[in-house]
């Protein structure tokens, strides 16, 4: 597998860590493990049914919830909440209205820099930015195995978070 951040961006020799997931990542109702690069399991996907708004519970490998990820209700563009696991708000995912040559997004945090989201968010080829910075990009050219796309975050990140920033744009993305 290929790795684009090497040890760029960290203290020297660090490196980022890379993340396997799947297309339309789970339906709602489903359950998915996300898969670091050695194919062990890094973190779990539960996918709530019969909820009202579309869910999605990201935990650890001890089954303690990190992030909610749902659609936000009554929306005038595609919208999704990310919450801690206190229900705090840790983040919005929002795709701009305007978008002519490529997909744009917004991630706004709360009390941090907001990060912007570009490139072609169907075929699972953009990067995430903050501040101006490339802090992760997502590629399917990284597997060969169907339907399968790699998420490589730069050291330093909330994994978890870019995760579950992924898994949102995955789900508003192939409704």
Do not use: C
Not at 22 to 50: F, N, P, Q
Not at 98 to 113: A, F, H
Not at 136 to 161: C, H, M, T
């Amino acid at each position: 597998m290929m790795r684009l951040f090497g040890s760029r961006g960290g203290s020297e020799g660090e490196k980022g860590h890379i993340y396997k997931m799947h297309e339309k990542l789970v339906s709602i109702g489903d359950d998915y493990w996300i898969e670091d690069e050695t194919g062990e399991r890094a973190y779990h996907v539960d996918g709530k049914a019969l909820r009202i708004r579309n869910t999605l519970i990201l935990k650890d490998l001890r089954g303690n919830e990190l992030y909610k990820i749902q659609e936000k209700l009554l929306r005038i563009r595609d919208t999704m909440n990310i919450k801690n696991a206190d229900d705090s708000l840790a983040a919005t995912v929002k795709k701009d209205l305007i978008n002519i040559l490529r997909d744009k997004w917004k991630v706004e945090i709360p009390e941090e820099p907001d990060m912007e989201i570009k490139g072609n968010i169907l075929d699972h080829e953009y990067e995430i930015e903050s501040e101006g910075r490339k802090i992760a990009e997502v590629s399917k050219k990284w597997f060969r195995i169907r339907d399968s796309y790699g998420v490589e975050i730069e050291p330093g990140q909330d994994n978890a978070l870019i995760l579950a920033i992924a898994a949102s744009l995955d789900q508003m993305a192939h409704d």
